[in-house]
């Protein structure tokens, strides 16, 4: 379940941000990812479930130090698209994504990921004031860490949610939440 607040009026989604452990050097914002392979374009990365955030925090290769911190954040929730669990956003979502790619292969340019994600951010995300992405991937079982997302294979009930921001302005309250 998508852990929620609210302040003030304000609805937030309680994120989970994991990076490589800083030991006395915490973040004060969260770290942008601006690589060329983020699923859903440049923006500041967030797990939905503090399960998955330990698990990319184990299985990613970028720790130097052989430790990695977790971060607890509040983010606005308007104005995120929730392609997830909204069904009428989730298939506006896809059917924007294939638009993109139909018309890069009707112009004969060979579709990129980061093409795809910087066409749809400065051609829609941004007019329609989309200030972030909620959305899953399909996780797999790793039986050499005994890591099951499904005892009943192929169905993977467990959803990996991660969700862009794209606005550091609607990050709030973030803070070392499990440092190592």
């Excluded at 059917?95 to 018309?103: A, G, H, Q, R, S």
């Excluded at 951010?121 to 004031?129: A, E, G, H, L, R």
């Excluded at 079982?141 to 009930?157: A, F, Q, V």
Aim: hydrophobic share 35%; with cysteine.
């Amino acid at each position: 379940m998508i852990q929620r607040t609210i302040t003030k009026d304000v609805k937030f989604i309680i994120g989970y941000h994991t990076q490589e452990c800083r030991y006395n050097d915490e973040l004060r914002v969260p770290k942008i990812c601006n690589s060329d392979k983020a699923w859903l374009g440049i923006g500041y990365y967030f797990w939905l479930e503090e399960e998955f955030a330990h698990y990319w925090g184990i299985d990613t290769k970028i720790k130097k130090t052989g430790a990695y911190d977790i971060y607890k954040a509040y983010i606005e929730e308007e104005n995120i698209l929730n392609a997830s669990f909204n069904e009428k956003v989730y298939f506006r979502f896809r059917e924007m994504i294939e638009k993109t790619v139909e018309l890069f292969k009707s112009k004969g340019k060979i579709v990129t990921l980061l093409q795809v994600n910087k066409f749809l951010s400065d051609n829609f995300w941004k007019q329609n004031n989309v200030k972030g992405i909620i959305f899953d991937d399909i996780p797999r079982n790793k039986p050499e860490i005994e890591r099951y997302y499904s005892h009943i294979e192929p169905l993977y009930y467990k959803k990996r949610i991660q969700m862009v921001v794209f606005e550091l302005k609607i990050i709030h309250n973030f803070a070392l939440y499990k440092g190592n």
